[in-house]
């Protein structure tokens, strides 16, 4: 879409708007629209699109579609379609989820996947307060209101380009998920500590986690892409933090990483995964992953875990979380490291009942589109027991 537009500088606005808007749409409903279309082309499937999602009629669409095209995909049957087209999943990520989830589950699952994703942003409780920026924004006529979970959040009922907001460009506001802003909460790092986020990417979390050390201690954020770290420092400059240090490592096993044996009070493994938990604004990934890209990602993480694991002192506390919805990117991992020794598992349910957090999904952290309308996000807390 990006190279389109580029390509492309005299579409205004709502052109491109609607271009994108066609491109998602038929990416998230891709296996249904297959289904009620004679052939599946970018054309038809627009035009199924249209009529199936967006309740266009054939008479504003008859000056680009054949009224033959338009009543086929109208006589269309789609009251019994199998799960995975109902649901607009690949048939493996069906097969890896029914251990754990009823269909019906699956299904509603699927739908909510569907839906484009709310705007959600984090105030940043070092430079502001969420009550007041709130006040702010509705004075300025936006439809705003506090996300469900966490104590920072606000959701936008539309999409404003809040990247020119003043309140963006100082630093006091970030978009990020609701679910995710809760990580920083889960990690719950103090004033003064030495915390690292272990797979910092573009510092979404790091900031949230600096914030709460009010800009104290020192915060450590690795990755090994340089590219995402180079993301990082606008808004590490916005932000007002002076205590986040970004470090580019080659490995988990970087000499940088070893330094740090068991000097840590808190670690954040936001690890590398399917990103089968963020289909609402990511539709392409159901075509891109496959049963052995998991397969390769489930070493990955478990080598990340257990290299993050050394890190911290006897107390210090792990967090380890993913944007995926598959058990063996999150249970398995988890379970597997607890089976080895040197950690207890720090059940999730209390941590948020602590912070007046109304959330339960037992001792696990389990976020789903259909249930609590963030991204799919799964995280687990454990504290290191042994040196």
Same mark, same amino acid.
């Given at each position: 879409?990006? $190279?389109?537009?580029?390509d492309?500088?005299?579409l205004?606005p ?6 994108a ?37 054939g ?9 033959? #095209?338009?009543?086929h995909? +109208? ?7 199998p799960?995975?087209? $109902? ?9 890896k989820?029914q ?8 299904? $509603? ?10 705007m959600?942003?984090?105030v940043?409780a ?6 007041t920026?709130?006040?702010?924004l509705?004075?300025? &006529? ?6 469900p ?30 679910g ?5 909460? #889960?990690?719950g ?13 573009a ?7 600096g ?22 420092k ?5 932000s007002?933090?002076s ?18 044996a068991?000097?840590?009070? +808190?670690?954040?493994?936001d ?7 963020t ?26 875990? +257990?290299a993050?694991a ?5 107390? &210090?506390?792990?967090?380890y $979380? ?13 379970e597997?490291?607890?089976a080895?020794? &040197?950690?207890?598992? #720090? ?20 976020l789903?589109?259909?249930?609590? &309308? ?5 995280a ?8």
């Open positions: 879409l990006s $190279a389109f537009f580029r492309h500088k005299k205004g709502r052109e491109r708007t609607f271009v808007e066609a491109v998602f749409g038929v990416l998230r409903r891709y296996r249904y629209l297959s289904v009620v279309v004679p052939a599946a082309n970018p054309r038809t499937l627009i035009i199924a699109w249209l009529i199936k999602s967006r309740g266009m009629s008479a504003t669409l008859e000056q680009f579609a054949k009224p033959e #095209l338009v009543q995909i +109208r006589d269309a049957r789609t009251d019994d379609l799960l995975p087209v $109902a649901a607009d999943l690949p048939d493996w990520v069906i097969e989820l251990p754990v989830m009823s269909d019906a589950d699956i299904l $509603a699952l699927g739908r909510a996947l569907q839906q484009p994703a709310p959600d942003v984090r940043n070092y430079k502001a307060d969420r009550d920026v709130l006040a702010q509705r004075e300025e &006529g936006l439809a705003v209101e506090p996300t979970y966490s104590p920072w959040g606000i959701r936008f009922k539309e999409h404003p380009a809040i990247n020119r907001h003043p309140l963006f460009l100082d630093g006091s506001l970030e978009v990020q998920d609701d995710s802003q809760l990580l920083a909460l #889960l990690l790092a103090r004033r003064g500590e030495m915390v690292c986020d272990f797979c910092a990417g510092g979404g979390k790091t900031l949230a986690i914030a709460m050390m009010a800009s104290t201690g020192r915060l450590y954020a690795f990755d090994v892409a340089e590219k995402r770290l180079a993301k990082l606008p808004r590490l400059a916005r007002g933090l205590n986040v240090m970004p470090q580019l490592i080659a490995s988990e096993n970087d000499t940088r990483v070893k330094r740090l068991g000097k840590l009070d +808190r670690v954040l493994v690890a590398p995964c399917s990103g089968l938990g289909l609402r604004r990511n539709p392409d990934l159901k075509f891109r992953q496959s049963p052995e890209s998991v397969a390769e990602l489930t070493q990955k993480q478990a080598s990340i875990l +257990r993050a050394k890190l911290l002192k006897p107390g &210090g506390r792990l967090v $979380a993913t944007c995926s919805l598959l058990p063996e990117e999150n249970e398995v991992i988890v597997a490291l607890l080895e020794g &040197g950690f207890t598992l #720090l059940p999730v349910n209390e941590l948020l009942a602590q912070n007046k957090i109304d959330l339960d999904t037992g001792a696990m952290l389990k789903s589109p259909a249930v609590h &309308g963030t991204d799919g996000f799964f687990a807390a454990l504290v290191k027991t042994a040196g």
